[in-house]
């Protein structure tokens, strides 16, 4: 299976609040992203964490980081119409193959 | 915006047609990716590359074949499209070194009638 889950896996809240969205994974990392992905489109990179990093913001978003617990989340502030997509963890394996792996994806909906 | 492209954004075929899905990419990565995405759900590597003549396959079987001739174009082909191949195919690169982002093209939404 994949390597992230994501918890929950669907999330509403009305406009300005804050969404907070989790994301777990398996082995060690060198870092970890998050990446949005409006409905149809492709994906958009957020912010990347690196592993001795804890804490991490980037305008409304702060990112979070425990690797003693192997998880990471994400908070939106004051959350907009515009926030509304679906939120994924990736993590990328730097071993040699470069390959990525992503969560099962939060869907946020922001209610007006 | 990232400088990396699909075409077409929506294809509609019939069962048994051969089909190439477009991507390329204007930023000079090395290494670049194919997904299977069905709506809503998570994503599937189905192959990907680390330069020019270097391909391999992803973790989902997959009945498609791609190629690597230029560094900026990674084609994917399906021989022989069926319904099962219905889903969003997107394709992605990032560079050689840190921070290691992936970038991605906008999709693109094959339907097998």
């Known amino acids: 299976s994949q390597q992230g889950e994501e918890d929950p896996q669907a999330l509403s809240i009305q406009e300005g609040e804050n969404a907070t969205m989790n994301c777990s994974y398996k082995?060690?990392?060198?870092?970890l992203q998050w990446y949005r992905q409006n409905s149809g489109r492709g994906l958009v990179h957020l912010i990347l964490?690196?592993?001795?990093?804890r804490e991490k913001h980037s305008g409304r978003l702060r990112v979070t980081l425990d690797t003693s617990k192997k998880s990471s989340s994400l908070l939106i502030t004051a959350s907009r119409a515009a926030d509304a997509a679906s939120y994924f963890c990736?993590?990328?394996?730097?071993?040699?193959?470069?390959?990525?792996?992503f969560g099962t994806g939060t869907r946020l909906k922001v209610l007006a | 915006e990232a400088d990396i492209y699909q075409t077409p954004r929506y294809l509609v075929i019939g069962t048994g047609k051969k089909i190439t899905l477009e991507c390329s990419q204007t930023?000079?990565?090395?290494?670049m990716y194919w997904y299977q995405q069905d709506p809503g759900m998570e994503l599937h590597l189905i192959h990907y590359?680390?330069?020019?003549?270097?391909?391999e396959k992803g973790d989902l079987s997959s009945e498609s074949t791609v190629s690597r001739i230029r560094t900026e174009h990674f084609p994917l082909t399906l021989e022989s499209a069926r319904p099962s191949h219905t889903s969003q195919y997107l394709c992605?690169?990032?560079?050689?070194?840190?921070?290691?982002?992936?970038?991605f093209g906008p999709g693109t939404r094959l339907t097998v009638t």
């Open positions: 990736a993590t990328v394996d730097l071993s040699g193959t470069y390959k990525y792996i």
């Open positions: 964490i690196r592993s001795n990093e």
């Open positions: 992605a690169s990032s560079p050689g070194t840190g921070p290691y982002e992936q970038y």
């Open positions: 590359s680390y330069g020019v003549n270097s391909t």
């Open positions: 930023m000079g990565h090395d290494k």
């Open positions: 082995t060690s990392i060198n870092n």
